[in-house]
């Protein structure tokens, strides 16, 4: 017997009726831990996106789209086979030909393998590429957190310089200020070490934590072995009593990671932004190197990381491509929301220009009309489909937010002219039907 039974409905019944009874037996939902973004809230989304766009171009950066499926061993190998997200979290399945594809989790992934394939390299030294759109992570949802979420990112190939990682959370801060949140957010700022340092702090680490292991949570037992690290970033009360004086990544670094994380703090200071020194971010990837940050906030309970990012010089060589330092960030949509929502309440919902109602026989014809002019020149106008009355057509042009109302009504018309009411003062005058175009310009200030 299949999952899916078809509904025997008796062709007796009216289109209405058949209707009720497929709601009765089918409740048509979302899936869980996926949200729609309604009319209602959009502008606010645009204004985000368009401001995060308007800032990354002037730092040079240039938007790519990438797919939203890829190989699952593009983010095995590059997320890292011990993450929680590569082992807990992805959306993975077989495709017809037998392969492993999955939705994204993550956006740096599919930029590294895009540079690659399209021998971006090859074209300049430097890239500068940002991208937005959607992930996916089987997660438990909660307030801010969703298993198909949204986010804005930045990658920067090409140069080991300092100077880049500074550029990179200069180009984030500076976003962050224009749509008014960072009265809401805290910079924290680490270093994960490399190659020459991070392997002897990882034998430290796990020499501190070893004979204490019983005393772990189940997951960090298993990261003890695999990826002990992560244990610095366990949520669990007793992990975090544990490791609290575990030796830092910060009393670690060799001397180079030491003067690259000089330098890069020298340059935020340079323009007075503030920072947190904190030893125990890890980030959940395992491509990090060196320079690793987040963006934190107090105001939306566990869900406290809005953004975050870092170094990761050997990604591109490890999916393939040449030898290419980068660094990156990425951004959470829904919880810059969520912030941006305590800052700016309301104002989000541009209302029309215009309203054109129209009153009794053979207007609607020229008001349809005026509504086609008016569109063509950029004004936005709404007008009412069916017959009604006038005040029930003035209180729609009211709702929708309309500056103001042209009146087509049989009367004017026969006089070759329209009324045109402020709805904000409620005043009204008569203009020529030869001058409705010329309104334009009132219509748009």
Same mark, same amino acid.
């Given at each position: 017997m299949g999952i899916f039974q078809p509904l025997e409905l008796s062709t007796n019944l009216s289109p209405f009726n058949r209707c009720d009874r497929i709601q009765a037996v089918m409740k048509v939902r979302s899936i869980r831990g996926f949200k729609d973004i309604l009319p209602d809230s959009i502008k606010r989304w645009h204004y985000i996106e368009d401001s995060a766009g308007n800032i990354f171009e002037l730092y040079g950066f240039s938007e790519i789209r990438i797919p939203v499926v890829e190989f699952t061993d593009i983010f095995a190998r590059s997320i890292g086979t011990s993450t929680d997200i590569v082992e807990k979290e992805m959306y993975s399945f077989t495709d017809r030909d037998g392969s492993s594809i999955t939705l994204r989790p993550e956006g740096t992934a599919g930029v590294v393998r895009a540079y690659i394939e399209n021998s971006l390299y090859a074209k300049s030294t430097i890239s500068k590429l940002y991208y937005m759109g959607m992930m996916f992570r089987h997660e438990r949802p909660q307030k801010g957190r969703y298993r198909g979420f949204y986010q804005i990112g930045a990658e920067l190939f090409g140069t080991k310089d300092p100077y880049a990682d500074s550029e990179i959370?200069?180009? #984030?801060?500076? $976003?962050?200020?224009k749509i008014e949140v960072t009265s809401l957010i805290r910079l924290e700022l680490s270093s994960l070490g490399d190659e020459n340092c991070r392997p002897s702090y990882k034998q430290k680490l796990v020499k501190y934590l070893r004979p204490l292991k019983n005393e772990l949570c189940e997951n960090c037992q298993r990261r003890l072995e695999v990826n002990p690290l992560r244990i610095l970033d366990c949520k669990e009360k007793k992990c975090k009593e544990i490791s609290k004086d575990a030796p830092s990544m910060l009393d670690n670094l060799c001397d180079n990671c030491?003067?690259?994380l000089d330098h890069v703090k020298?340059? #935020?200071?340079? $323009?007075?932004?503030?920072?947190i020194l904190n030893p125990r971010i890890v980030r959940g990837l395992d491509y990090y190197t060196r320079t690793v940050f987040e963006i934190k906030t107090d105001e939306l309970g566990a869900q406290n990381a809005v953004a975050a990012g870092g170094r990761y010089d050997g990604l591109v060589e490890e999916l393939g491509g040449p030898p290419t330092p980068a660094v990156g960030f990425s951004i959470g949509m829904e919880r810059l929301v969520l912030l941006h929502e305590k800052i700016v309440p309301v104002g989000f919902q541009k209302g029309v220009d215009a309203f054109i109602a129209f009153i009794g026989k053979d207007t609607k014809k020229t008001a349809f009309q005026f509504a086609y002019d008016f569109r063509k020149q950029g004004i936005s106008v709404e007008m009412e489909y069916e017959n009604k009355s006038l005040k029930t057509q003035l209180k729609k042009a009211d709702k929708l937010g309309a500056k103001y109302a042209i009146i087509v009504g049989e009367e004017e018309l026969a006089r070759g002219k329209v009324k045109v009411r402020n709805m904000g003062s409620s005043s009204e005058e008569e203009i020529n039907i030869d001058k409705v175009k010329q309104l334009s310009i009132k219509l748009s200030n």
């Open positions: 959370i200069l180009m #984030l801060w500076r $976003f962050l200020e030491n003067k690259h020298d340059s #935020l200071e340079n $323009f007075s932004i503030k920072y």
